[in-house]
């Protein structure tokens, strides 16, 4: 059949079947890219003139909620805050039936960014046995105002030359920002 055509028919159906393949390509895949282009630049628009916040935003939001809450956990107050951390401490530790000793650690700081960021920490020491101490440490997490616990040593006392008399002796690092 096409053989039977001439030149110029052959050519005009040729632009007519590209012409049909060039509908069917627009209708079952450009159109719909076209108007997702379209749909997108008119949503980020919109976005950008009605000024909402970003979809991210309360995930952030909800980050900056729990960072602030860990941060005013570690504030201490700054008025005697030695004696206000002595004292909570020793009562909580005498309400457990703990001993308490307080010692300063003597060597120097050797980051002197804490010291400028008012960031302070200070050790104590407790005998008792092993519930009591659990108990003061789980206090001592709830208690505000003290500033945290960043570390503590759990070690038997033995005496010399005997049997260990079954006290414990912990050490415990309290960390905290003076506030």
């Known amino acids: ?45 919109e976005q950008a003139g009605s000024g909402e916040m970003d979809s991210a935003f309360p995930a952030i939001s909800r980050k900056h909620n729990f960072y602030t809450s860990v941060i005013k956990s570690y504030h201490i107050k700054s008025e005697d805050y030695e004696g206000h951390l002595w004292q ?36 104590y020491h407790f005998k008792g046995n092993y519930p009591q101490m659990a108990r003061l440490l789980d206090s001592i997490s709830k208690t505000n105002g003290i500033g945290r616990t960043s570390g503590f040593e759990i070690k038997r006392d033995k005496k010399q030359g005997t049997e260990p008399d079954g006290k414990l002796t912990m050490k415990l690092e309290l960390s905290g920002i003076l506030h």
């Not at 069917?24 to 949503?43: D, E």
């Not at 401490?89 to 005498?94: C, E, F, I, Q, V």
């Not at 457990?96 to 302070?120: M, R, V």
């Open 88 to 123: 909570s401490l020793s009562g909580m530790a005498m309400g457990k039936g703990l001993e308490i000793n307080f010692s300063p650690e003597l060597t120097a700081q050797t980051d002197t960014t804490l010291t400028k960021l008012h960031i302070l920490k200070q050790y």
């Open 1 to 45: 059949m096409l053989k039977n055509l001439d030149y110029k028919k052959k050519n005009s159906l040729l632009i007519a079947a590209m012409l049909v393949l060039g509908y069917l390509a627009w209708n079952f895949s450009f159109r719909q890219a076209v108007s997702a282009f379209r749909l997108n630049s008119s949503l980020k628009k």
